[in-house]
């Protein structure tokens, strides 16, 4: 059995994000009838944006070679 749930994320799959300032983070939720929701406490939304920006930059410089694969950002 897998230890990581695996989603695609493409254009038209729905995300919606909204605060939970009852409990200091943010909900993310993938998907409408059966949807995966992400929850982030505020301190790791800074982490997370900063990494999902590393991986778009590394995916542009890859599309201006011509779509060489990205190197490893882990």
């Given at each position: 059995m897998r230890?990581?749930?695996q989603i695609h994320v493409t254009a038209d799959l729905p995300i919606?994000?909204?605060a939970l300032t009852y409990a200091n983070r943010a909900e993310v939720?993938?998907?409408k009838a059966f949807p995966v929701v992400l929850l982030?406490?505020?301190e790791a939304i800074a982490v997370l944006r900063r990494e999902l920006e590393k991986v778009s930059a590394a995916l542009d410089a890859a599309?201006?070679?011509?779509?060489?694969p990205p190197e490893a950002t882990n």
């Open positions: 230890d990581t749930v919606r994000a909204r939720r993938f998907g982030v406490d505020s599309a201006a070679r011509g779509g060489e």
